[in-house]
């Protein structure tokens, strides 16, 4: 019982690094900037910065005069920011400065520029200068304009619209079998035809849903079930390119603004009680000691004007238990670790994509379920 004491005690601490409520930024959006500096950490980023080299803005070459210098400071920076924000210090200030810090670093060395990191850099950079009283609609821009973008690069080559890019890539370059199969028993490039043109119009389609409130849930749908089909096709991330997408969808996640109150049948299961506790260190989930209402429900969840039950109720647990995204994105990179040193990639990837669809198949009833109105 002391020892569960001192437990409660120390994550219930400010700057307890599992937190992500009471703080100057959305928790939602803290949470996706706390993920990204660990990703970037463990793909190697800190690593890769170093002096400017083939610079896009020829400034950046007048630290060749003052070796060391830029490396030293730029990896500094962004591991100091980066730790002061996992333990909830002035986190706008950090996340701002992680921000500028990447895109320096990305624009003074073409050969380590990604567009995977760019797009964490902006995440940064305008996670600190949005607040907990407004929407993040700057984020909501950028998401916006990432998949415009990617239309307007497409639209005017020709070869997007013959099929040609995607046929010489999937065939000739990545020689996906899977893609070559499909392709042979069907008319000549329609395959390739179909796979382009459908990329543009989901595309284009992403960035108009994003900018309606209203359908922003279509949207991140959309967004996951795209990528992922994308990745179960080519077997191939583009870097970290998928798991900075999947992260960014946080920032359309409404967080609770009142309390959670989940009541769960302890005498059947206490144990999942217990798992479901250790996902949340945050103040917004209250326990209730009380079973639920009814014998047919073992798992409630409810606010001052809904309610869900059982299996619904617990993706909603899940989804604001910030927890969860910490273990999903832990189970990922170590599975994929463990699964590639034990096996090999084939094996990797086939486990992963399962992984993948599997979390999503469980999720997505949310997608026409709604949560029942009290009264």
Request: net charge positive; hydrophobic share 50%.
């Amino acid at each position: 019982m002391e020892i569960s004491k001192k437990i409660g005690s120390l994550t219930s601490q400010q700057f307890f690094p599992l937190r992500v409520t009471n703080t100057a930024m959305l928790p939602n959006i803290l949470l996706l900037c706390k993920l990204a500096f660990i990703i970037l950490c463990l793909y190697g980023f800190v690593g890769s910065i170093d002096n400017p080299h083939i610079p896009f803005i020829k400034v950046f070459d007048q630290f060749h005069n003052i070796p060391n210098v830029f490396k030293i400071v730029c990896r500094v920076t962004f591991v100091t920011a980066g730790m002061l924000l996992l333990f909830n210090v002035r986190v706008r200030t950090m996340a701002f400065l992680m921000g500028i810090t990447t895109l320096l670093v990305l624009l003074s060395s073409k050969p380590i520029f990604r567009n995977h990191l760019f797009i964490l850099g902006c995440f940064f950079l305008l996670a600190g200068v949005s607040d907990r009283r407004h929407s993040p609609w700057l984020l909501y821009v950028q998401f916006a304009l990432i998949y415009l973008g990617a239309v307007i690069n497409k639209a005017p080559q020709m070869d997007w619209w013959t099929g040609q890019f995607m046929d010489n890539w999937l065939r000739n370059a990545s020689e996906n079998q899977t893609y070559i199969t499909i392709a042979s028993s069907l008319p000549d490039m329609m395959f390739a035809k179909l796979l382009s043109w459908s990329s543009m119009f989901i595309e284009f389609a992403i960035a108009l849903l994003i900018l309606n409130k209203k359908t922003q849930k279509i949207a991140v749908w959309t967004i996951l079930i795209f990528h992922t089909l994308l990745y179960t096709l080519t077997i191939n991330r583009f870097g970290h390119f998928y798991e900075d997408i999947v992260l960014g969808l946080l920032i359309f996640l409404n967080w609770p603004k009142e309390k959670l109150l989940v009541a769960i049948d302890d005498n059947r299961f206490l144990k999942l009680k217990k798992v479901l506790v250790s996902l949340n260190f945050n103040k917004h989930i209250i326990w209730s000691n009380d079973s639920p209402q009814l014998e047919s429900n073992w798992f409630e969840i409810r606010t001052s004007e809904k309610e869900a039950f059982n299996w619904s109720g617990i993706r909603i647990f899940l989804m604001y238990s910030s927890n969860f995204y910490i273990f999903l994105f832990g189970l990922d990179f170590l599975s994929r670790f463990i699964t590639r040193f034990l096996f090999n990639n084939e094996i990797m990837h086939m486990t992963q994509v399962i992984m993948i669809w599997a979390g999503i198949l469980f999720f997505l009833p949310m997608l026409w379920k709604k949560q029942k109105t009290k009264g």
